[in-house]
């Protein structure tokens, strides 16, 4: 078996999709984890806690909810997502408003 680092999400012509993140449309590899799709093109942050710090992607396991993001109409764990075509997908990438003690997890588009 030969283990291959997808550095560059769109080294793959042959397998690209189309997904809208945040209303910017990207070519990636179609079949891939949504969450390795982002990490690969420096979306590291998704959302806030309480506190404000950064959101993402930690374990990709689907158990540290650190990915969680807005799928069409639903909230998914996106390394739990596999990419195709037209997927539609919201972060919640800004940071909270100051007066805010909820984070922005939740508070997606
Ligand atoms: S990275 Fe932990 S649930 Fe997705």
């Known amino acids: 078996m030969t283990w291959r680092w997808i550095t560059d999400p769109t080294d793959r012509p042959d397998t690209l999709v189309t997904i809208t ?4 449309a990207l070519a990636v590899p179609g079949g891939v984890p949504l969450a390795a799709c982002l990490l690969a093109l ?26 969680t993001v807005r799928v069409g109409a639903d909230l998914r764990r996106a390394c739990q997502v596999l990419t195709v075509e037209g997927l539609l997908v919201t972060t919640a990438s800004a940071p909270p408003a100051p007066d805010d003690s909820r984070g922005t997890q939740g508070k997606y588009g």
Not at 21 to 24: E, F, H, L, R, T
Not at 42 to 67: N, Y
């Open 21 to 24: 993140v945040d209303g910017q």
């Open 42 to 67: 420096g979306r590291r942050t998704l959302g806030h806690d309480p506190g404000g710090r950064p959101l993402g992607p930690g374990c990709l396991i689907g158990t540290c909810h650190g990915c």
